[in-house]
C-alpha cells in the first residue's frame, strides 16, 4: 500500500492510496459538516444537504439519470453524514473511475436544489426520522449521546429537528454548502487500483475555486451533561440498553488503550460482556462494548438487548463488569488476546478499498494526518497493561457512568442504586 498525496493551491487535498492486486477503486470525499457545524436554528440541514445532492445537477440532472449513470456499470454509491464530517463515495472497477469522479463532481459542485425536488425529500426525510424511532438499535445510540453530551451540537443527532425539515429552504441549502463544501474544507481519496498519476485526473474533475470556510465546528463543553440516566418508555418486545461513560478523544495518548479496554469488556464473543452477561447469566442476545470517538472528546457504552423483565440485572452485571475490571485489572492472557485480535481486524480491513479510502480521508481531513495502518498498529502493540488498568480506574467510576434506556417503565430508584 503506498500513499500519494497532493495540496491544491485552492486548500483542496487530494489522495492517492495504491492498493496492488485490486481491480477496485473507492472514490471518497469528506467535507467538514455535520451537527457540530449546526446551531439549534439549523439542527438537521447537514443530514438534509446529504440527501439532495443527489436529486440532479448539471450534467446528470434528475435522481433517475444520477442513480442510472453509477447502476449502469454496477457501481456502489452512497453518503453518510456524522456529527464532524459527511461523505460520499462510489466503489467501482478502475476502468470506471473517471465516470465516478464526473457524477461525484457534478453532485457536489453543480447541483441546484430545486425546490420541488426539497418539496419531495421533506417526507422521504420525516420517513427516516420515524425509521430510526421504531428501531432502538439505532435510537438507544443518540439516546446516550444526548445524555452524556447534554444539549449542544455534539449531543444532538444528525438528522435534526422536524421544524428544520418542513421548513429548510433552496437558499439556506446554498449558503450552506458555500460556507463548508470548500476546497480547505474537503479532502478526496481514491484508494485500490491507482497510482500517483490518477490525482491528475481527480485534479481535473474538481475545478474548485478558492473560498474561506464560514462556519466553525463547535465546541464541546463538558459541563453541560448533569443527568445519570435517561429513559424513553415505549412498548418494546426487548429493552434496550447503553451503559458507559465518556471518554478519551481520538487524538489522546491514551485512545489506543481505550481500544484494548473496550475489547477486553465486550469487544467479541470471547469478551468478558459476552460471556458473563449472555453466556453464564442468560440475561441478553446481544451485548458489546464499542467506542465512540470524536476529536475532542469520546465514549465507552456497553449495549445490549436484553429480557424485559431482567433490565436492572443486566444493568447490574455490567456494572460488575465495570468495577471488576476497574479494581482488579486486567488478566494477561486476555490483555494478549485484545491486542491480537485488534491487529487481526486492522489487517482485515486493509482489503477492502472502501474503508482505506475513509480512513485516509478522515485522517487528513480531522487531523491533517498521514497515518499508516502499519502506524495505527504499532500505537496498538505499544499499549502497555498497566495503561489499559490506569485508563479504566479513570473512566469507569462510578460518578462518571451513564445508562440509557428504551422500553417500558422500571423502578428508577433501583437504578440509580445500580449506576451509583
Known amino acids: 500500500m503506498k500513499l500519494h498525496s497532493r495540496t491544491l493551491k485552492n486548500g483542496l487535498r487530494l489522495q492517492a492510496v495504491e492498493m496492488p492486486g485490486t481491480k477496485v477503486v473507492t472514490t471518497m470525499i469528506l467535507a467538514g459538516a455535520g451537527s457540530r457545524y449546526e446551531t439549534m436554528d439549523i439542527a438537521g440541514i447537514s443530514h438534509?444537504?446529504?440527501?439532495?445532492?443527489?436529486?440532479?445537477?448539471?450534467?446528470?440532472?434528475?435522481?433517475?439519470?444520477?442513480?442510472?449513470?453509477?447502476?449502469?456499470?454496477?457501481?456502489?454509491?452512497?453518503?453518510?453524514?456524522?456529527?464532524?464530517?459527511?461523505?460520499?463515495?462510489?466503489?467501482?472497477?478502475?476502468k470506471n473511475l473517471a465516470k465516478s469522479l464526473d457524477v461525484l463532481s457534478d453532485m457536489l459542485l453543480n447541483s441546484k436544489f430545486a425546490p420541488e425536488e426539497i418539496e419531495k425529500e421533506r417526507g422521504v426525510i420525516l420517513e427516516e426520522m420515524a425509521m430510526y424511532l421504531d428501531m432502538p438499535t439505532y435510537q438507544i445510540s443518540w439516546d446516550f449521546e444526548r445524555l452524556v453530551f447534554g444539549d449542544q451540537p455534539l449531543g444532538r443527532d444528525q438528522i435534526g429537528t422536524k421544524e428544520l425539515i418542513k421548513s429548510v429552504t433552496q437558499e439556506m441549502f446554498l449558503d450552506y454548502r458555500e460556507k463548508l463544501y470548500v476546497p480547505k474544507n474537503m479532502v478526496i481519496t481514491v484508494a485500490g487500483a491507482v497510482n500517483e498519476k490518477t490525482l491528475d485526473m481527480v485534479e481535473e474533475y474538481f475545478p474548485m475555486e478558492e473560498a474561506e470556510q464560514g462556519l466553525e465546528m463547535k465546541p464541546f463543553d463538558e459541563n453541560l451533561a448533569t443527568k445519570k440516566f435517561s429513559i424513553r418508555e415505549?412498548?418494546?418486545?426487548?429493552?434496550?440498553?447503553?451503559?458507559?461513560?465518556?471518554?478519551?478523544?481520538?487524538?489522546?495518548?491514551?485512545?489506543?488503550?481505550?481500544?484494548?479496554?473496550?475489547?477486553?469488556?465486550?469487544?467479541?464473543?470471547?469478551?468478558?460482556?459476552?460471556?458473563?452477561?449472555?453466556?453464564?447469566?442468560?440475561?441478553c442476545y446481544s451485548i458489546r462494548t464499542s467506542v465512540d470517538e470524536y476529536s475532542d472528546t469520546?465514549?465507552?457504552?456497553?449495549?445490549?438487548?436484553?429480557?424485559?423483565?431482567?433490565?436492572?440485572?443486566?444493568?447490574?452485571?455490567?456494572?460488575?463488569?465495570?468495577?471488576?475490571?476497574?479494581?482488579?485489572?486486567?488478566?494477561?492472557?486476555?490483555?494478549?488476546?485484545?491486542?491480537?485480535?485488534?491487529l487481526g481486524k486492522i489487517d482485515l480491513s486493509t482489503e477492502d478499498t472502501e474503508h482505506v479510502a475513509h480512513n485516509f480521508a478522515k485522517n487528513e481531513l480531522m487531523y491533517n494526518s498521514q497515518e499508516t495502518f502499519e502506524?495505527?498498529?504499532?500505537?496498538?502493540?505499544?499499549?502497555?497493561?498497566?495503561?489499559?488498568?490506569?485508563?479504566?480506574?479513570?473512566?469507569?467510576?462510578?460518578?462518571?457512568?451513564r445508562f440509557a434506556g428504551i422500553g417500558p417503565a422500571i423502578d428508577e430508584e433501583k437504578l440509580m442504586k445500580i449506576i451509583g
Open 48 to 94: 438534509f444537504l446529504e440527501h439532495m445532492f443527489f436529486k440532479g445537477a448539471e450534467r446528470y440532472k434528475t435522481p433517475k439519470a444520477v442513480a442510472e449513470a453509477v447502476d449502469s456499470f454496477g457501481g456502489a454509491f452512497n453518503a453518510f453524514t456524522g456529527k464532524e464530517y459527511a461523505g460520499y463515495f462510489i466503489k467501482s472497477n478502475a
Open 234 to 283: 415505549k412498548k418494546t418486545e426487548q429493552y434496550h440498553i447503553s451503559f458507559g461513560a465518556r471518554a478519551v478523544a481520538e487524538e489522546d495518548p491514551e485512545y489506543p488503550a481505550l481500544k484494548v479496554l473496550a475489547t477486553i469488556l465486550g469487544g467479541n464473543m470471547s469478551a468478558r460482556m459476552f460471556q458473563n452477561v449472555r453466556e453464564k447469566k442468560g440475561l
Open 298 to 342: 469520546g465514549l465507552i457504552s456497553t449495549r445490549a438487548g436484553v429480557k424485559l423483565d431482567d433490565v436492572l440485572k443486566a444493568a447490574e452485571a455490567i456494572r460488575f463488569e465495570y468495577d471488576d475490571i476497574r479494581e482488579n485489572g486486567v488478566e494477561d492472557d486476555e490483555f494478549v488476546k485484545a491486542k491480537n485480535y485488534l
Open 375 to 401: 502506524e495505527w498498529q504499532d500505537k496498538i502493540s505499544a499499549v502497555t497493561k498497566e495503561e489499559v488498568e490506569n485508563l479504566a480506574k479513570k473512566i469507569l467510576v462510578p460518578e462518571n457512568l
